[in-house]
């Protein structure tokens, strides 16, 4: 399948339609680096700036996606005038509303970066709580953070896809510069483009390559040599470590040590991450209380099943298109054979009649699944997709305006 492309330039468009984020991954790192430089770290040095410059950040925060919004928010380190996350930093990423409370992030120096090196397990011990383990003990850049964030979405049938794309030789080994590869062509394009060129405050352009820091993500996956490859094994196992340990993170959550989670809670996991309107949130919650009197609890191995199911949403979304006119709700059994055919396993059927409860409006039996569809993206992308509505500036007072009129 691979050997088809025949240089990086191919190889470029092919990531682009299979990974879906990842030209964001790299195309944007040049602008968040605009505020990673020494001079321009508005939001941490802030008070050495005089009015007019203030007002120029301001201007470029709002030009930022909300994912550059979101790691700033969350990055709690700076190294050489970049900006960091910590492991915990991220997964507080993913799971919480706003960062813990801090008073100011943490310059560290090169003395301190390389002490991170030696707390940093190799890939060989590896496993679902090493971002926890780690806590604070690590740096991820920008760039790894949109990596990570796509690995969460990823379903397991395109581990191999992601992995072949890193892998340029076909070797079916991906060492560090070809980990790097994909960052390096992707900055190239950038600074083509003048909105993304990065000039300091004198105005001159910076077209230095990025900076070559050794993160915690590259010391752990290649060592601390950089001399280190992956096989897909490896590959495989540190993307489905990092999902089961976010989702671990949300169950533990709600579980409270129990081996179950009730389900009216799996209903607010569900939900947590949407846009629902918190009257409906209410109504979604009401409805499996009055349903499920008689709670049996949703297991984290159902709990993850589910999960890995959404990673398949798009594929779950044409398979139910294959056999459903006129958008016409579905019933269980067109669900579980749905799910099915788009990921190769079947549900646990307490856990479907969870969804069907939480979802059935009408108490019919039948599941909506356009809305289904369309709530769940939320919940997979946690908030981030580009068709969520906007929350700030006069685009989302115009959209509040025209929900009020037609309710």
């Not at 508005?42 to 301001?58: F, M, P």
Request: with cysteine; aromatic share 12%.
């Amino acid at each position: 399948m691979f050997s088809a492309v025949k240089n990086n330039q191919e190889r470029i468009y092919y990531a682009t339609a299979t990974v879906g984020a990842g030209i964001t991954l790299y195309v944007f790192s040049d602008k968040l680096q605009k505020f990673g430089t020494k001079r321009d770290i508005g939001l941490v040095r802030a008070n050495q700036y005089s009015k007019g410059n203030k007002e120029d950040d301001n201007m470029q925060m709002s030009q930022l996606t909300q994912r550059e919004k979101r790691f700033i928010k969350f990055a709690s380190v700076e190294y050489d005038g970049q900006l960091y996350m910590t492991p915990q930093d991220f997964l507080d990423s993913v799971t919480e509303t706003d960062p813990r409370p801090r008073l100011k992030r943490k310059i560290m120096n090169k003395k301190e970066i390389h002490s991170l090196y030696d707390s940093t397990p190799s890939r060989r011990k590896g496993n679902t709580s090493l971002f926890r383990s780690l806590h604070d003990k690590g740096i991820i850049s920008y760039t790894e953070y949109l990596f990570l964030l796509s690995v969460l979405t990823k379903p397991q049938s395109g581990f191999r896809i992601a992995f072949n794309m890193f892998d340029t030789d076909g070797n079916q080994r991906v060492d560090k510069k070809e980990f790097l590869v994909l960052e390096k062509i992707f900055s190239t394009v950038a600074r083509k483009g003048n909105m993304l060129r990065r000039k300091d405050r004198s105005g001159s352009d910076d077209d230095s390559d990025f900076d070559s820091v050794d993160t915690t993500l590259l010391i752990h996956l290649f060592g601390k040599k950089g001399n280190e490859d992956l096989s897909y094994d490896d590959f495989y196992r540190f993307m489905d470590n990092l999902q089961t340990e976010v989702l671990e993170l949300e169950f533990t959550e709600f579980s409270r040590g129990m081996p179950t989670i009730s389900e009216v809670d799996f209903a607010r996991i569900l939900l947590r991450y949407t846009l629902v309107h918190s009257s409906d949130y209410e109504a979604y919650i009401e409805r499996v209380h009055e349903r499920i009197p008689d709670e049996r609890g949703i297991s984290f191995s159902q709990f993850k099943a589910f999960c890995q199911f959404l990673n398949n949403l798009d594929d779950f979304s044409i398979a139910m298109r294959m056999f459903t006119f006129a958008n016409r709700p579905i019933s269980q059994e067109e669900f579980h054979r749905a799910v099915a055919i788009c990921t190769g396993h079947s549900l646990d059927g307490n856990l479907v009649n969870a969804v069907f409860q939480i979802f059935d409006e009408d108490g019919d039996g039948q599941l909506s699944y356009k809305e289904f569809i369309a709530i769940m993206r939320d919940r997979l992308h946690r908030g981030f997709k580009s068709h969520l509505v906007k929350t700030e500036g006069w685009e989302a007072f115009k959209s509040c305006i025209k929900t009020e009129m037609r309710n």
